[in-house]
């Protein structure tokens, strides 16, 4: 009994830390309608300022907390100023992806700054605990719910009785109306980012001083339950945000307490797909809500796409395929054959975000699937390499299918929230199902690639592999493309009411996508496990699926040349500077958020 009581006050601790992270989320979306991915590293940015004022400055608590909210607050500040702003008249889905590019910044500086080893941060309460009944609490829990208390009676104060909390809530509820009426936007804008960055940076703060210790991963994960918390209780809604962050705390401590502490995420992202799919405006939305708006198909800018003459494309395609037999560097096909295998996630990811419309964040579970299936099948029942790759392929678009299907029913930003549970919940699953995947450990010794009974160790003959398979799936996707399907799904992406009007079944047509496009994910999965020889639950994680969307966004969202372009261009890049190789994620966030404000049609235009 005094477990549970213990489990019951750790999960409204935690609840109340994703409460800090999930009402600055809630704040930003009720006024920009924004989910801003970036909330996590400020959280992180926080982290650190509390261990430099902690271990460096030697700050009392008190002011620790105040510096640390401002510093968090000024960076939120310089978020919405130089981040967002200039992105106002830009089409729904450029913010959020400059957000994801903000985050990599943020992130990447905060590891080149303090380095990626983990830090201690020390609490600087005493280290007692007081008996409660048959649990016990410490000062620090104390201090953890006062503080995400008095933050909520404070934000309630400051939206029910200032002036410009009557402004904030007006941009809330219609922005064009407010600012008819005399609202300086911006200036709630800059507001609500403040706020929310200073919750966001106290939190961090807590949350190191909490588990007394630090580190520069810490930011997804608290961006993943920031979203799940905000989602659950109602995206833009406060009081549901703090509901749903205790909630959220809740189910997983009772979670850890029956099965186990690895499977605490998986908890959370499990009970954020069920609210979409039974509840997709949140629990404690209104049920008047409107509907979200369709998100992707906004993202199409008025653009010519780039036509490049068929002649060229065959002068290139040749030229590539008989690089092997140039005097060139090994080094230069290794990279090259990274490239190929990227650019077939990519032709993956354009079918199904630029051409169906449907923007996926979890599209490195489709890599996962296609790996595991091809490296189990040949390992445990000697299947051949290249059926087992197939095979891989075909689990990839049947499994990912079904999974990703309850997400066909949403719109907005939730289908990019649903398809990134999902790629959470699929590594989760391999890292807990030990049995089958052997857990954290991974798989080795998988077979190298091999083709009608001959290995292919050669570099060149690797190449040749992988750049026929990238060429025969483009080929065919081209062909996809200009086929009646293929005119169906662009007209699905432009106008769902419309093409649903002239009877297009929606779901059918998403599946359809889903179902190539897993295909060409899974089979690159399939190859890189048996060129690597290796693979585990981290190999193909959150940032493949991140990079695949810059990748495509590079190239022009729907156009199969410009993803192999964009996936060579941005392989080929951190290479030809590998002096720089610490910066690489940093140069992928610089060049997404380059694109959104500058390009968003990308290099070869939409199609």
């Keep these: 009994m005094s477990s549970w009581l213990d489990y019951t006050i750790n999960g409204l601790i935690v609840g109340n830390v994703y409460a800090l992270v999930a009402v600055g989320l809630a704040l930003i979306f009720g006024v920009s309608r924004l989910i801003n991915f970036a909330q996590g590293s400020i959280y992180l940015v926080g982290a650190y300022i509390g261990w430099v004022a902690v271990v460096q400055l030697h700050t009392p608590l008190p002011l620790t907390i105040i510096f640390v909210a401002v510093v968090a607050a000024l960076v939120g500040l310089i978020i ?30 905060v590891m080149l700054t303090f380095s990626p080893n983990p830090r201690a941060l020390p609490s600087q309460l005493p280290d007692v605990r007081f008996q409660v009944g048959g649990g016990t609490i410490g000062p620090l829990d104390l201090l953890i719910a006062g503080v995400g208390i008095s933050s909520a009676l404070l934000l309630f104060v400051f939206l029910r009785y200032t002036k410009l909390g009557w402004a904030v809530r007006a941009a809330s509820q219609d922005r064009d109306a407010a600012m008819q009426m005399g609202v300086d936007v911006n200036r709630v804008n800059q507001t609500v980012f403040g706020i929310a960055a200073a919750l966001g940076g106290i939190s961090g703060l807590l949350v190191g001083m909490y588990y007394n210790q630090i ?34 705390g809740l189910v997983e ?7 186990g502490t690895s499977y605490r995420n998986l908890f959370a992202f499990l009970l954020l797909v069920m609210v979409l799919v039974l ?36 002068v290139a395609v040749a030229v590539f395929a008989i690089l092997p037999l140039l005097p060139v560097s090994l080094y230069v096909l290794q990279t090259l054959i990274n490239a190929w295998l990227l650019g077939l996630l990519a032709l993956s990811l354009t079918l199904v975000a630029g051409t169906i419309g449907q923007v996926s964040l979890g599209h490195a579970a489709l890599l996962a699937i296609g790996a ?25 678009a049947a499994l990912g299918t079904i999974l990703i299907s309850p997400s066909f029913r949403l719109r907005g930003h939730y289908v990019s929230i649903a398809t990134l549970a999902i790629g959470e919940i699929v590594s989760l699953v391999i890292l807990n199902w030990e049995s089958v995947t052997r857990g954290p450990i991974g798989i080795s010794g998988i077979p190298p690639l091999s083709l ?13 592999f992988a750049f026929a398979v990238m060429v025969a799936l483009a080929l065919l996707q081209v062909r996809l493309l200009g086929s009646h399907l293929g005119r169906s799904f662009r007209a699905i992406r432009d106008d769902d009411i419309a093409a649903r009007a002239y009877g297009l079944s929606l779901n059918r047509y998403k599946s359809l996508a889903f179902i190539f496009g897993g295909f060409a994910a899974g089979v690159s999965g399939g190859i890189a496990a048996h060129l690597y020889s290796y693979i585990n639950h981290e190999t193909f994680n959150t940032q493949q699926s991140i990079l695949a969307l810059t990748v495509v966004i590079l190239g022009g969202l729907g156009n199969v040349v410009g993803a192999i372009v964009g996936a060579v261009a941005l392989v080929g890049l951190p290479e030809v500077f590998r002096i720089a190789a610490e910066y690489r994620i940093l140069i992928y966030g610089i060049v997404l958020l380059l694109l959104v404000r500058f390009r968003p049609q990308g290099l070869l235009g939409t199609i």
């Excluded at 919405?80 to 943020?106: C, D, K, Y």
């Excluded at 401590?253 to 099965?259: D, L, T």
């Excluded at 595991?372 to 689990?395: D, E, F, K, Q, R």
């Design 372 to 396: 595991y299936t091809s490296a189990l099948l040949s390992l445990a029942l000697n299947v051949p390499v290249g059926l087992a790759i197939i095979a891989g392929g075909l689990m990839s």
């Design 80 to 109: 919405e100023r130089f981040g967002l702003r200039p992105l106002q008249n830009s089409v729904r889905i450029a913010p959020l992806l400059a957000t994801i590019g903000i985050s990599f910044v943020l992130d990447q500086l």
């Design 253 to 259: 401590s009772y979670g850890v307490a029956v099965f």
């Design 452 to 464: 009608f009974g001959y290995d292919l160790i050669s570099p060149a003959s690797v190449y040749w």
């Design 279 to 314: 509840r997709p405006n949140g629990l404690f939305a209104s049920a008047r809500q409107a509907p979200p708006e369709p998100l992707t198909g906004t993202f199409i800018a008025p653009s010519r796409p780039v036509r490049i003459p068929r002649w060229a494309l065959a």
């Design 215 to 248: 580190d520069t991963a810490m930011s997804l994960q608290a961006t993943l339950k920031g979203v799940v918390a905000e989602v659950v209780g109602g995206a833009g809604n406060v009081p549901g945000a703090v509901a749903g962050s205790l909630l959220l």
